[in-house]
């Protein structure tokens, strides 16, 4: 069954970060997200401007809807519009709790936003600790963290909140200066650790309210907590490249660009093929369409991004024969004037655009070293055939 996320967040006018950043980000991992919405924000890359509680009457009510009807598999809080309702929210985590023991609760403790804006007062920050009290996992950045403390060194903090509330705590090395980054994962008996280098990017509104999501994901599809952790770090890192470079200040992630990097399963997003000319063949993929991201003359490799995030590489051998056993497939929505564009620019095809009797349409060509390329399009028919087996 489909992970079914409860988020419980504020909403973010901009889309940048709270529960506009949660739904892409359990969208895009393949899960179904719930909300229950605590405040509404007007807010954009430069800061906010403006809160709206919503009654803690009515954040309950919303999540009692969903659970009632569709049922959760993880829950991810966020920001809390009051202390009132991180209480009421509590008490109903707790309820939620005694019916599904093993229900894997992520809480972000929300409290200043990337331009920083506070988002939580001390009354507020102060009933955290009930929430903590439920959850499963609490993910602060270095500053929360020092703040539900009153600790600097980190790993104390953290440890104080595992023995304190009994949850597990990531700490998150993203204030860190310098361009090594470390985060920390401190369970009761156990720490996990992971080193990266800082990516060089404005764009980094969100990236909490998403790495939590994802965590409540992938923690909702059964995989263990270190485990879904260091899958949720690499879907924002992976966010963080595809920034898409939006507005004057602190911008969005790039969730939506995130497709075949992450996820439950084996994922086909790679073909290498062999050819004997390097510099023809780099001609040829880049008049096709895709778009190269590696040129490597010296050791004969090139690699192409397509539209859906798959990647195709070349790799030259002057030496080998090659026998054309196996087609590369590209879609292509445009695939009509795709082809006939490519054959007035003089790319020869074996046959133009056909119906086949699998209900797709399909061109033929080869590359210049005879690998055997179809463009067609196949929509629906590609997964969905009527003859599909369940």
Not at 294 to 316: K, M, P
Not at 324 to 329: E, F, G, Q
Not at 330 to 346: I, P, T
């Amino acid at each position: 069954m489909i992970p079914r996320i409860l988020i419980i967040a504020g909403s973010d006018s901009g889309g940048g970060a709270g529960i506009q950043a949660d739904i892409k980000t359990v969208t895009m991992l393949g899960g179904h997200a719930m909300t229950a919405v605590t405040a509404i924000t007007a807010q954009n890359t430069l800061g906010v401007t403006a809160i709206h509680p919503v009654p803690a009457e009515v954040i309950l009510a919303q999540i009692d809807a969903v659970v009632s009807d569709i049922g959760v598999d993880a829950v991810k809080i966020g920001m809390i519009g009051s202390a009132f309702a991180a209480d009421q929210v509590a008490q109903r985590l707790q309820q939620l709790r005694q019916e599904q023991a093993e229900l894997p609760i992520v809480f972000d403790p929300v409290m200043v936003a990337t331009s920083g804006a506070a988002l939580a007062d001390e009354a507020t920050v102060a009933a955290f600790a009930k929430l903590m009290d439920v959850a499963t996992l609490a993910t602060p950045n270095l500053p929360e963290l020092s703040r539900l403390t009153q600790e600097e060194d980190p790993v104390a903090a953290a440890l104080h909140l595992v023995s304190d509330h009994g949850c597990a705590v990531l700490i998150k090395g993203g204030h860190e200066e310098g361009d090594a980054l470390a985060d920390a994962l401190i369970e009761t008996d156990n720490m996990t650790s992971w080193q990266g280098k800082r990516i060089d990017t404005t764009s980094t509104h969100g990236t909490g309210c998403s790495l939590a999501s994802a965590i409540a994901l992938f923690l909702g599809q059964g995989a263990s907590l270190a485990d879904a952790v260091a899958r949720a770090r690499e879907f924002v890192r992976v966010a963080l490249h595809a920034a898409p470079g939006l507005g004057g200040g602190a911008g969005p992630i790039g969730q939506g660009d995130v497709r075949l990097d992450v996820g439950a399963g084996p994922r086909l997003n790679q073909v290498t093929v062999t050819v004997n000319d390097f510099a023809k063949a780099v001609e040829f993929y880049r008049r096709i369409g895709v778009k190269q991201i590696v040129h490597s003359v010296e050791n004969g490799y090139a690699r192409f991004e397509t539209a859906g995030g798959a990647t195709l590489s070349i790799q030259c051998d002057p030496e080998e024969k090659i026998s054309a056993t196996t087609a590369i497939y590209l879609e292509c929505d445009d695939l009509d004037e795709r082809v006939e564009k490519l054959a007035r620019s003089g790319v020869p095809f074996e046959h133009g655009p056909r119906d086949q009797p699998w209900m797709w349409r399909e061109a033929r060509l080869r590359d210049p070293d005879g690998n055997i390329i179809f463009l067609y399009k196949a929509g629906e028919a590609r997964r969905f055939p009527p003859w599909r087996i369940d």
